[in-house]
């Protein structure tokens, strides 16, 4: 899911002297002619900060990053005390010699430097967390707090809060980015993102159901309430949210995934999950999800006299293997079929390749367990018992993992204004 979006940071441009400006201009179109004045100027007025600002970032503009930084470096001690300097320096860490660290850590100097501009915390909060280094975000959005009380920075302190699991500030302040009526999707869906973290799957689905209210389906909302219903056992529920998500994107791949996943829960409502895998495959014959996905539609239903869906299913997995090889759901899925045909030996190999590609999933040790209490090999049996049921909790820990979403980390910031 597409959770977080990151803007560039525009920065105001230095407002240079008049020297400076005519060689701006004189030069603009050839950075060497403007490097080669600006390097005159700063051997005659060494202490100018502003020549040295403009010749680092020519410096960065042509790729001379050492030249850059040691230009950048002189410009910060001469204009350690001038915001204009220390903003220019931000964009060029920003944009031209990236580091955003240091570009946090000037934007900080500038907000404590002018205390007129109400949304300096709250970029470097955003810097900060940006670099990812939330602490440092907490005391730079606590810092603004008393001027920018704004959903934007309330937001970014929610994040920084969520990075270092301190759940109750950063449900606090989430929840605040919110009020009052707060007509912001992105702000529910952060709000939803923090409870899903924390597996509080019912407070999430409040929120959710709150966002539909207000802005109607959309495929992110749907798709993060099928991965709630899920975490909360309520499988039809999920199948339904997943199936509307395909009905308001039918291209998204994300839906067939996740419906993929729960087709096993699928009950009456399995033909409308088949007809669905059937069209994403015949729009996407290069595409060996398709295949694996209508394998699965097919061994979820009741088994047929003469293992007929078996066959079926098996030419469905050859063709996914020869799009694409070594996907563990499709090893996993040959090793069911084989086992059910009592061929213990080969299904114990595709249970183990299906394991080396994905050694978080419980179940191949599960079908492991089973052939080999067949084959009498108890010691064996045993150990993947004892795995099944360790990565089994795991899941039910954290469903959407199951489901094969890994919530991305709640860095990164929405909006960065002046």
């Given at each position: ?104 850590e000037l934007e900080a100097r500038y907000a404590e430097r002018s205390p007129a501009d109400g949304t300096a915390w709250r970029r470097a909060a955003a810097l900060y967390l940006d670099a990812g280094l939330p602490e440092e975000a907490i005391r730079a959005g606590k810092q603004g707090l008393a001027n920018d009380p704004s959903p934007e920075l309330r937001t970014i302190l929610g994040q920084a809060y969520t990075a270092v699991k301190d759940w109750e500030n950063a449900t606090e302040q989430l929840s ?243």
């Amino acid at each position: 899911m597409t959770w977080l979006l990151l803007p560039a940071l525009l920065m105001p441009p230095l407002q240079p002297s008049n020297l400076l400006r005519e060689v701006a201009v004189a030069e603009s179109s050839d950075l060497a002619k403007t490097q080669a004045r600006l390097e005159q100027l700063t051997k005659r007025e060494p202490h100018n900060d502003q020549a040295w600002v403009q010749l680092a970032q020519v410096y960065a503009q042509r790729k001379k990053n050492e030249q850059a930084l040691a230009a950048a470096a002189r410009a910060e001690t001469l204009g350690a005390e001038d915001p204009a300097v220390l903003q220019s320096l931000v964009s060029l860490y920003i944009e031209l010699q990236p580091d955003l660290k240091k570009a946090a850590e000037l934007e900080a100097r500038y907000a404590e430097r002018s205390p007129a501009d109400g949304t300096a915390w709250r970029r470097a909060a955003a810097l900060y967390l940006d670099a990812g280094l939330p602490e440092e975000a907490i005391r730079a959005g606590k810092q603004g707090l008393a001027n920018d009380p704004s959903p934007e920075l309330r937001t970014i302190l929610g994040q920084a809060y969520t990075a270092v699991k301190d759940w109750e500030n950063a449900t606090e302040q989430l929840s605040a980015a919110l009020r009052p009526g707060r007509h912001d999707e992105e702000a529910h869906f952060r709000l939803a993102q923090l409870f899903m973290l924390r597996h509080d799957y019912t407070r999430a689905v409040d929120v959710l159901l709150n966002a539909r209210q207000i802005f109607g389906g959309s495929l992110p909302i749907e798709l993060a309430l099928g991965v709630c219903y899920y975490g909360q056992g309520r499988y039809a529920e999920a199948v339904d949210r997943f199936l509307n998500a395909i009905a308001l994107a039918p291209d998204a791949q994300q839906p067939y995934m996740l419906l993929g996943h729960v087709v096993d829960h699928s009950g009456a409502r399995l033909p409308e999950v088949e007809q669905r895998f059937v069209e994403f495959n015949n729009a996407n014959p290069q595409n060996a999800l398709g295949y694996l996905l209508r394998a699965k539609a097919l061994l979820a239903e009741p088994p047929a006299a003469g293992g007929s869906q078996d066959e079926k299913a098996l030419a469905f997995l050859r063709r996914s293997h020869a799009l694409k090889p070594d996907v563990a759901e499709a090893r996993y899925l040959l090793g069911c079929i084989l086992e059910r045909r009592g061929q213990h030996r080969a299904a114990e190999e595709e249970l183990e390749r299906s394991i080396a590609l994905n050694s978080q999933a419980s179940a191949p040790h599960l079908r492991l367990t089973q052939i080999y209490e067949q084959m009498g090999r108890a010691e064996d049996a045993a150990r993947e018992r004892e795995l099944h049921q360790r990565l089994l909790a795991a899941e039910q820990a954290a469903p959407e993992k199951a489901l094969g979403l890994d919530l991305p980390a709640p860095t990164g910031v929405a909006r960065r204004q002046r």
